[in-house]
Nanobody, 122 residues
Framework: QVQLVESGGGLVQAGGSLRLSCAVS????????MDWFRQVPGKEREFVAS????????YYADSVKGRFTLSRDNAKNTAYLQMNSLKPEDTAVYYC???????????????WGQGTLVIVST
């Protein structure tokens, strides 16, 4: 059973930073692209970032480009989302996902994590 476990969420002031982690377990073959999405209650889940299998390619939503950086350590089966210059509008539950690289539609995600809450205060 493949599991994705996110960590690193919390409360931070606007302008601050957080690093989210996503650890994948239970998969014995190469992990595909890893993605992050986020969701605010009452709104649709939206794409944040994607990183290719090798980690050599990344793709970001315009709303986070230049502020967020996605990386991965394949030896540890873990991806990291470094979030800098956080804004109140970044407040959401952040979900790690396995799916095709660069696909922004959450319907194409193969597996979801349980989510981690990020709150950015003014």
């Amino acid at each position: 059973q493949v599991q994705l476990v996110e960590s690193g969420g919390g409360l931070v002031q606007a302008g601050g930073s957080l690093r989210l982690s996503c650890a994948v377990s239970g998969r014995t073959i190469s992990i595909p692209a890893m993605d992050w999405f986020r969701q605010v209650p009452g709104k649709e889940r939206e794409f944040v970032a994607s990183i290719s299998r090798s980690g050599g390619d990344t793709y970001y939503a315009d709303s986070v480009k230049g502020r967020f950086t996605l990386s991965r350590d394949n030896a540890k089966n873990t991806a990291y989302l470094q979030m800098n210059s956080l804004k109140p509008e970044d407040t959401a539950v952040y979900y790690c996902a396995l799916g095709p690289y660069g696909i922004t539609n959450p319907n194409y995600v193969e597996r979801w994590g349980q989510g981690t809450l990020v709150i950015v205060s003014t």
